[in-house]
């Protein structure tokens, strides 16, 4: 796995989030994303609660804020969608800061901002816990299709390989004297894509041999048993459960 990974998404420590085994916080901020978007939208205390809780968890796995906070920036073009709803909605208006709303364009931005953002705090306190490769591993644990697995492991393997051969030939090509300045410049640029697609092409070609060649048969050995014993799922899940409770008062 580059290095690049490692540092950019996950955030070392040996806090008690750490230390879970990472097919049981999968499992957990998969069960907490179903009780949040099955929350009605009216009920803005529990999503309050909800973000309680995850703010739990974060003071728990010693995760700052600032470092959520900055992590959230992914959320930007949902929050623009939800914000543009309330202006192209139809049904009945209402008058906000001089400007004519949808009243159901509101609700549906409510509902867009405050489930997405709860989902993306739970997935961005899963990464800054749990290192990419461990959880791949989790999921394999949790028998996700082998397949798949393995596609997000090359992936995740050599996506800083690509972007480095990215970086190569934009020097290559600054070095030339080559500047995309205007649509004049988009075939050189399409070129480069297309260059860069064969290398990779055949780079994952010359990788596919070599693991045959090395007695690969469809299943990725595993190094490290990921065990988890009652205790682990019991901690883990304490984060679902009480998510369910807050839900079960919804009704």
Known sequence: MGAGHHHRLYLPGESVVHRLPPQCKLLAVFAFALVVVATPRERFWAFAAYAVL??????????PAAYVLRRMVI????????FLIPVVGLGERTEMLGLSLSVPGLWAAWNILAKASLGVVASIL??????????????????????????????????????????????????R?????????????????????????????RVHLAMLSRGYSGQMPVIQELRASATHWGTALALPAVALAIWGLTW
């Open 54 to 63: 995850l703010g739990g968890v974060a003071v728990a796995a010693r995760v």
């Open 75 to 82: 959320e930007v073009p949902f929050v623009l969608f939800a």
């Open 126 to 175: 899963l990464a800054a816990t749990t290192e990419p490769r461990a959880i791949l591993l989790g999921a394999q644990r949790l028998r996700l299709p082998s397949l798949l697995v393995q596609i997000a492991m090359f992936m995740l393997r050599y996506l800083d390989v690509i972007v480095e051969e990215m970086r190569r030939m934009r020097v290559a090509r600054e070095s």
């Open 177 to 205: 004297g080559f500047e995309a300045r205007n649509l004049r410049h988009v075939p050189v640029i399409a070129r480069s894509a297309g260059a860069l697609f064969i290398r990779s092409y055949e780079r994952g070609e």
